[in-house]
């Protein structure tokens, strides 16, 4: 069955500190791949997302991510964080099988806890 | 444009009596998500619809939830008789359901269900 994993649950740094989330899945066909943030009394909003083409994608608020296929990897990344940047991070994968369009699978989620 | 509406918010229900939330998607989106939310957890995938179909239901425990979109716009869905397990942020998402931005997921603010 396909998965999706984050390996970190809680991280804490400091502002302007880089930033960097890990996110593999476990599927060896096509894939849409998502970071969604959710901050502190908000609902879910999607950061950026990667359908094809280049690997190396940015979304909003200084956050890009890249897509290594080989290691079924999508890390997000971001060289300085803000205080502002406090919030719960996760990761989702659509597995492009016949049954599947559409649906997302989320990891677990990161909480990032940025500190002044 | 407005967003995805739920409500209610919160909700407060003892074990075996039943509940029902609403969702309200973006106007002219034609795929509905429901998810389960579970503390420490990622979303979970219930049910999506497909305009007023069904396109997958395999995640809802079909004893107890129930989920209908009769006009192909809002959705309700409704637990009963609920369980201390359900216990959960229950979120809406909606999407376009075509063209390139087909697989973006908008998600609702949620409603924090406490089974007590």
């Known amino acids: 069955a396909q998965s999706v994993s984050q390996h970190n649950h809680h991280v804490i740094l400091s502002e302007a500190a880089s930033l960097e989330l890990g996110c593999n899945y476990s599927y060896g066909g096509t894939v849409n791949l998502f970071w969604y943030v959710q901050y502190p009394g908000q609902h879910l909003q999607l950061l950026l997302k990667y359908f094809s083409g280049d690997p190396l994608v940015k979304g909003i608020k200084g956050f890009e991510a890249e897509f290594i296929k080989s290691k079924f990897s999508f890390n997000l990344r971001k060289p300085s964080v803000q205080w502002s940047d406090t919030a719960e991070y996760f990761c989702?994968?659509?597995?492009?099988?016949?049954?599947?369009?559409?649906?997302?699978?989320f990891g677990s989620g990161t909480q990032v806890v940025v500190t002044p | 444009e407005a967003g995805v509406a739920q409500s209610p918010r919160y909700k407060i229900i003892e074990k075996r009596q039943s509940v029902a939330f609403w969702c309200n998607p973006i106007?002219?989106?034609?795929?509905l998500y429901w998810y389960q939310q579970i503390l420490g957890q990622g979303p979970k995938l219930l049910i999506q619809?497909?305009?007023?179909?069904?396109?997958?239901d395999s995640q809802l425990p079909k004893d107890r939830f129930s989920a209908e979109r009769l006009k192909g716009v809002d959705s309700t869905l409704k637990i009963q008789p609920a369980k201390l397990e359900d216990s959960a942020v229950y979120l809406c998402?909606?999407?376009?359901?075509?063209?390139?931005?087909?697989?973006?997921?908008?998600f609702g603010p949620g409603t924090r269900l406490t089974v007590t």
């Open positions: 989702a994968v659509s597995f492009m099988t016949t049954d599947s369009w559409g649906k997302l699978q």
């Open positions: 106007s002219g989106h034609a795929t």
């Open positions: 998402a909606s999407s376009p359901g075509w063209g390139d931005r087909g697989y973006e997921q908008y």
């Open positions: 619809f497909q305009n007023n179909g069904v396109v997958d």
